[in-house]
């Protein structure tokens, strides 16, 4: 799996837990620090902090569904992507139950309409579509229909296009 898509699997664990153990999640952080810049990641770790346990497990819910409209828009999941989906619904500490029953509906997930509203806070929306990307091009590319379906997302989101092509070329050359 690539390095970033690696990493940014990892920010759903952290954000929502607030522990950096290992390199690997410290990487993760730093990545995500390179999104939002210092105030605007621990204001969203406060958020975090601020949410009760089943709020904070719906939206690391709705996170993978969300980024799992970005993977099945070409028609279906890959190998690659449907690997990377397992690894951030693993690495997302959700309970047992949550885990399968996520990994279970994975190749039909919720319309926006149901998943949007569950990702509430705008710099977690802005690091969802970091992660969207990434899963978009997981795979070694990014097909026209994923393109497509991230701009939408983007949209649904509230982020602005110019911003959502920012977040897109941060990681262009990785």
Known sequence: MADVADEVARW????SSGMLIGEEAER?????HHVLGRERLLEL???????PPEAVADAKVAIVEAIMSIALA???LEDRERA????MIELAELDEVTQVALRDRISAPPTLDAVVPRIAHPSLRELVLVMAWQMAK???RVEQEEHGAYGVLADRLGVTPV??????ALFRGE
């Open 84 to 87: 990377l989906a397992d690894h």
């Open 12 to 15: 759903m664990g952290i954000l």
């Open 45 to 51: 770790r406060a958020w975090f902090d601020a949410q």
């Open 163 to 168: 911003r959502s092509q920012e977040l897109r």
């Open 28 to 32: 993760s952080a730093l990545r995500a």
């Open 138 to 140: 997981v795979d070694g």
């Open 74 to 76: 070409d028609g279906g």
